[in-house]
């Protein structure tokens, strides 16, 4: 099993770019994808979600209008488009699975950060003029 996270790299602010989560060796059909992210001297902080059962997404309060969260099953890959980045968004970003059925349950658990069974390593984003 394994996630691998790409796409970040050094971008001006107002840029824009795509977070790719690339799953594989899943043999479960219910992965819930998150993606984190951890800035120098600050806690990792949920940044957005995604569930299996539904599609239901969710998206830290900073993020919402800016980034979209989209789900390809027949690729195995969660896509994080990131527009209109600003400087605060500079982080290490990385994406994890939960495998759980309900949308309840994987939203929870990705809240705690506790319980995911799989992480991807990080890409940088870095949003800089």
């Known amino acids: 099993v394994q996630l691998q996270a790409s796409g970040g790299g050094l971008v001006q602010p107002g840029g824009s770019l795509k977070l790719s989560c690339a799953a594989s060796g899943f043999t479960s059909d219910y992965y819930n994808i998150g993606w984190f992210r951890q800035a120098p001297g600050k806690a990792r902080e949920r940044v957005s979600c995604?569930?299996?059962?539904?599609?239901?997404?969710y998206y830290e309060e900073s993020v919402k209008g800016r980034f979209t969260i989209v789900r390809d099953d027949g690729k195995n890959a969660v896509y994080l488009q990131m527009d209109s980045l600003k400087p605060e968004d500079t982080a290490v970003y990385s994406c994890?699975?939960?495998?759980?059925?309900?949308?309840?349950?994987?939203?929870?658990?990705?809240?705690?950060?506790?319980?995911?069974?799989?992480w991807g390593k990080g890409t940088q984003v870095t949003v800089s003029s």
């Open positions: 995604i569930s299996s059962d539904d599609g239901t997404t």
């Open positions: 994890a699975a939960v495998l759980v059925r309900t949308t309840a349950q994987a939203m929870g658990l990705m809240k705690k950060q506790t319980g995911m069974d799989y």
